[in-house]
């Protein structure tokens, strides 16, 4: 078998991944990067709309500053987010965008003088200063007090995963592509490398290095409807799950975008609204103004997708032969607008949907879009439980987004967190020395080889894997979507439990040989109904409602009892629930828990007494 | 009463010593706005769940899922049933090496290709985080990004006479990216450091101009021009060096 060594390997070639690895080739260490696709092909890359920096360029973000930033971030996750991290990131997010601009990044620049920009439908005019010409532009997005988002055109995720994956090209950094991690390799104290299968030919191999890290990107495959590329199926969290020693944080924290499109799931921008679009229902009336009187539509995507299923609920959405849907209008912008700056919106409506947003509106619904929770690390990307252990980006709850995050705060994190989280790598690899265990590491490839021969001979059962899937997918959406109820969570704990049952039988129908496709759903189901009752069972016990996780039964914020982050352990193979502990959202405090000036406003006080 | 489409799928397994090259058909019962993604789901999870293709975004951004159909590369993701025949014929694409069924290695092609073309910014500014961004006109970002907006699917390669004669034939993507930096005001690279990677028969000079690249790109990119483009400046380049010597 094909053995691989290297100073710091990386699971995951999307931005944070890649962003990580330069900075540890930069400092002069070997990396490799394993990935499910060619590295461009990473979910990044599907992130249209843009990043957060608060650079203050535009004539709309004037006075922007990392401050603010920090504040409608911490706001943004509604109390739930580490500050220290959150400061960490608003303070160094404006250089990486000039450092991703120094790299090749495209970045669409600031045009000086009069230009026509639209809120909630109305026109209005700006004027951009001359001596701003030429710097970095950006948009507006949801649940910001400033035009803060910068952007290249609406294809910003691909641009920089261009020059990103360039940047690695040029250091020197390796990306094997068609490769699944599927386990670490650790003594329960120390990880040092995974054993990988190769999506070329189905063999395994074994991947040692000093530090491993996780930057695999999310979850949202364990939902049936999810805006997520299908390799954001959570692999890798299972690989660390089910260690039994790494904890995952504030899985329960799952974000719904407001506008996927209906049938196909996939994600028109947030752009859309920041750029003037509405939201419209069953009458092509407009509603959000009525619920969010300031914001509008421009609220936190939380708060948006919250009433838009709230308004559904009460009539008024669009009926479907695939379920009830809104509107999103961007007829207004014109065809110059629609056709430029929003030409991925156009082309995925005309393709996808033969719908011509120009003259026509696009069905759009709530759907699954983002994993606050992942794998709980520190400020330094260091994770919880193994030393030698790191995660970054959407797969880590590293834990800037705390309970929501912010539009255009994720695509900047990847970068922002990659470069922090790659210099704290750098650091730990500096006279870090490993010791391999050969019998360790044989005993696990050992195992990883029995499970394939038991999935290819049936020795367990003959469960079908796709069922067993669908049925996990199906417990969640009806039970752990953006309301949930007490009652509702119960049954879903109880549907994926038995769903667990069923995992553990799985058997191919097919020979199992080379690449072989159901052998990899195979491989993973069973850690993802993990991973699924985290979430439940984490929903379940969190009696309050923040961010994007609402309780009907329990709609206050309640910062008495719940101002904490659920850390999940899967203890033992044979547990059939997860094992939670809690730890406080944040130590440092800048700014005291209050009103977000948006969305719920229930709050139990800490200063509350109990009852 | 939906159309019962007849997908013939070419097979085959390297890795499965009992496996022969060949077409199956499959039959699937149509729905209504499907793509070729949900169909081949559909017969994985329904039929054989041992049938290799490659889908990622399914949303036409990533370029995973480059094939032919019906003699044509495209991406099956945003291809609609509906404006198919019901008889579909689905191989994978040419010049790349196969994996399985109709799944292809475009990885390692595209990685050598950033190597060959240099597929970076070359500058010897040091980047100050203390400073401003160095300023950029906008309309050259737009010009960028509108290069830059290739997703790597390999249509154009597969889709390209030259190509498919010689195996070392940079091909439009590659030209595409040369081209991408060539425009980028921050690339220190000279139209000679250029001509030493494209102007030869693997490069600029191979191209036949038969432009099946830019008939079946699906990002609709401007390839035909850039392919002139290149060829008028590194034909005054090839001049130049003829007048130096």
Known sequence: ?611 | MSRLLKLNIFRYNPEDELSLPHMQEFVLEETDSMTLFIALNRIREEQDPSLQFDFCCRAGICGSCGMVINGRPGLACHTKTRDLPGEITLLPLPVFKLVGDLSVDTGTWFREMYTKTESWIHTKRIFDPTALEERMDNKDAVAIYELERCVECGCCIAACGTARLREDFLGAASLNRVARFLIDPRDERTEHDYYEIIGNDMGIFGCMGLLACEDVCPKHLPLQNQLGFLRRKMGITSLKRLFRK
């Open chain 1, 1 to 611: 078998m094909q053995t691989v060594y290297t100073d710091f390997l990386v699971v995951g070639a999307g931005l944070a991944g890649e962003r990580a690895a330069v900075e540890a080739a930069e400092a002069g260490f070997s990396v490799v990067c394993l990935s499910l696709v060619p590295a461009r092909r990473s979910h990044s890359s599907a992130a249209q709309g843009g990043m957060q920096a608060s650079l203050g360029n535009s004539v709309m973000g004037e006075g922007d500053c990392p401050d603010v930033h920090f504040a409608d971030t911490v706001k943004g996750s509604d109390w739930g987010c580490d500050q220290e991290v959150a400061r960490l990131f608003a303070d160094a997010a404006p250089i990486e965008m000039r450092r991703l601009a120094h790299w090749g990044v495209p970045w669409n620049r600031v045009v000086p003088g009069k230009s026509i920009y639209y809120k909630g439908g109305k026109q209005y005019e700006k004027v951009e200063a001359k001596e701003k010409e030429g710097l970095i532009m950006a948009r507006s997005f949801g649940g910001t007090a400033k035009w803060r988002t910068c952007y290249t055109s609406d294809g910003t995720g691909h641009a920089v995963m261009c020059t990103m994956d360039n940047r690695c090209a040029e250091k020197g950094v390796e990306v094997h592509d068609k490769t699944e991690a599927i386990a670490l390799l650790q003594d329960g104290e120390t990880c040092f490398g995974v054993v990988a299968r190769c999506l070329r030919t189905g063999e395994l191999r074994v991947y040692l290095s000093k530090a491993t890290m996780i930057a695999a990107g999310g979850f949202g495959r364990i939902y049936p409807n999810t805006t997520n590329a299908v390799i954001c199926d959570g692999g890798a969290h299972t690989m660390c799950v089910n260690t039994g020693v790494v904890p995952m944080g504030n899985m329960e924290a799952v974000q719904f975008h407001p506008t996927g499109i209906v049938p196909t799931d996939i994600l028109v921008t947030e752009g859309c609204r920041g750029d003037g679009g509405t939201l419209l229902d069953v009458d092509e009336k407009r509603f959000m103004h009525v619920y969010e009187p300031e914001k509008a539509e421009l609220a936190s995507r939380d708060v948006v997708s919250r009433w838009m299923t709230h308004h559904m609920r009460e009539g008024h959405g669009v009926k479907s032969p695939y379920g009830e849907h809104l509107w999103l209008d961007i007829r207004h912008l014109g065809e110059e607008h629609i056709t430029g700056k929003l030409r991925e919106v156009y082309e995925i409506c005309t393709s996808f949907l033969g719908v011509d947003p120009i003259h026509q509106l696009i069905p759009v619904r709530p759907t699954q879009h983002y994993s606050m929770g992942g794998v709980r690390t520190n400020r330094d990307g260091a994770a919880y439980g193994l030393k030698g252990l790191f995660a970054a980006g959407e797969a880590a709850c590293w834990d800037m987004h705390g309970f929501n995050r912010l539009g255009g705060n994720s695509l900047a994190e990847t970068v922002v967190a990659g470069g922090i989280i790659g210099r704290k790598v750098a650091e730990y690899l500096e006279g870090c020395e490993t010791e391999f265990k050969t019998g360790l590491i044989n005993d696990e490839v050992g195992r990883q080889q029995a499970r394939i021969d038991a999935l290819i001979s049936g020795a367990n059962g003959s469960e079908n894997v796709y069922k067993v899937r669908a049925a996990m997918q199906e417990a969640l959406h009806k039970g752990a979507n953006i309301f949930r109820t007490q009652d509702g969570l119960e049954k879903c704990v109880a549907e994926l439990q038995e769903a667990l049952i069923r995992a553990k039988k799985v058997g191919l129908r097919s020979n199992g040989k080379g690449v072989n496709p159901e052998l990899a759903a195979a491989l993973k189901l069973e850690g993802q109904v993990r991973l699924a009752l985290m979430v439940a069972y984490g929903a379940l016990m969190r009696t309050e409602s923040r961010g994007s996780h609402n309780r009907e039964d329990f709609p206050a914020r309640n910062d008495r009892d719940w101002l904490t982050r659920t850390l999940a352990y899967w203890k033992k193979p044979e547990d059939t629930l997860p094992t939670l502990e809690y730890e406080p959202a944040t130590t440092v405090v800048e700014i005291p828990p209050g009103d977000r000036g948006y969305g719920h406003s229930q709050i139990i006080s800490a200063d509350d007494r109990k009852e």
